[in-house]
């Protein structure tokens, strides 16, 4: 079983910055796909940021340019770098992963490990 707790959400003003966390406990695999969704009220769940064990990046055309995922396996942490912040950013931001991935990008894959959310609210 994989565990995910995020942090660093909070409120900012457009134009700011945060930067989200997301520990991973239990087993350590090597084959894995981490990502970044977010979901505000009334809209479906959108895949903001994904990465691959291989080092691979994907983003969101919305987020592209303003938006930096990373990892650091020795900590088992995901990260989600978010500058220049608008108020379209706000929403509940969950890290999520898959496990035992082949060669899709991992936008493509169907996350079954999910943390409970962190809220991040931009005001204009």
């Known amino acids: 079983q994989v565990q995910l707790v995020e942090s660093g959400g909070g409120s900012v003003q457009a134009g700011g910055s945060l930067r989200l966390s997301c520990a991973a406990s239990?087993?350590?695999?090597?084959?894995?796909?981490r990502a970044w969704f977010r979901q505000a009220p009334g809209k479906e769940r959108e895949g903001v940021a994904f990465?691959?064990?291989?080092?691979?990046?994907t983003y969101a055309d919305s987020v592209k340019g303003r938006f930096t995922i990373s990892q650091d396996n020795a900590k088992n942490t995901l990260y989600l770098q978010m500058n220049s912040l608008k108020p379209e950013d706000t929403a509940m931001y969950y890290c999520?992963?898959?496990?035992?991935?082949?060669?899709?990008?991992?936008?493509?894959?169907?996350?079954?490990?999910w943390g409970q959310g962190t809220q991040v609210t931009v005001s204009s």
């Open positions: 239990g087993h350590t695999y090597s084959r894995v796909c």
């Open positions: 990465i691959k064990h291989t080092g691979y990046i």
């Open positions: 999520a992963a898959v496990l035992y991935v082949g060669n899709y990008d991992c936008s493509l894959y169907r996350y079954n490990y």
